[in-house]
């Protein structure tokens, strides 16, 4: 009854930016905390960012200072602004979010960052 499906990754070169997106459809419950998570091959996903619903955001240490999380709720949208992009950068990028009524998470999108 809900999904999230993100967009925006792609490839980019070492330096640059990208903004991905994760539009929710469906009947949606009340949202107390959404956010990203990200996978590399052969590692463990892990915290990107996160916002609960009064708007504070927690970051993962890797990519604080570069990245930022936002959010639409006109169009029930999560954005997440990636700049100064590194090649460990590259990953499966997968939104997130906890309601009171469950949780969802997207199909992913991919990122690759080249040097």
């Known amino acids: 009854q809900v999904q999230l499906v993100e967009s925006g990754g792609g490839l980019v070169q070492a330096g640059g930016s990208l903004r991905l997106s994760c539009a929710a459809f469906g009947i949606i419950p009340t949202i107390y905390s959404t956010g990203w998570y990200r996978q590399a091959p052969g590692k463990q996903r892990e915290l990107v960012a996160r916002?609960?619903?009064?708007?504070?955001?927690s970051y993962g240490d890797s990519v604080k200072g570069r990245f930022s999380i936002s959010r639409d709720y006109a169009k029930n949208t999560l954005y997440l602004q990636m700049n100064s992009l590194k090649p460990e950068d590259t990953a499966v990028y997968y939104c997130?979010?906890?309601?009171?009524?469950?949780?969802?998470w997207g199909q992913g999108t991919q990122v690759t960052v080249s040097s």
């Open positions: 997130n979010a906890d309601t009171f009524g469950g949780t969802y």
């Open positions: 916002i609960i619903s009064a708007g504070s955001t």
